[in-house]
């Protein structure tokens, strides 16, 4: 567990960096683009590569610390015990998407690699950012299994 949110963390203070970076990079292009009409070239190539490591980076350490969205009008009236049934099973739904998205990221990027795709003006590979969506999420499935077992403890336990 500990592991995990240390990993967690590291991709969080990665994902805050390359937020900065960007933002940065779009006050010096929308600067030049208007005092000088001398736009950076490339520089929405590299914002929107820049916000796919940002979000992936970031999911885990949003996930365990609870921050992702939660509706449960209907379940918080339910008893702790049942409430935690129904955390068990959304877990589990969620842990298999994002376990899918990861792996057909993880073959997607695999594909791109051997098609050798490009970015059209910097000629940026794509496929790096394939891996970056699949290691992103399959950290997230790590952080989804914890919370998973935590659910389960607390239905069984109450």
Known sequence: ??????????????????????????????????????????????TENMMVCMAFFALAWCAGQQGHLKVDLLVSRFPPRIQAVFDSITSMVGLIL???????????????????????????PAFPFYYVVAAGCALLCLVMVTQFVENIHKAVNG
Request: hydrophobic fraction near 60%; charge should be positive.
């Open 98 to 124: 994002v376990a899918l998205i990861a792996w057909r990221s993880f073959l997607e990027g695999t594909a791109v690699r051997e098609l050798n795709i490009i970015s059209s003006l910097l000629k940026i």
């Open 1 to 46: 567990m500990k592991i995990i949110h240390f990993l967690s963390r590291i991709m969080n203070i990665f994902a805050s960096a390359v937020l900065v970076a960007m933002m940065l990079l779009t006050v010096a292009d929308v600067c030049l683009r208007y005092f000088l009409r001398q736009p950076i070239l490339g520089a929405t190539e590299l």
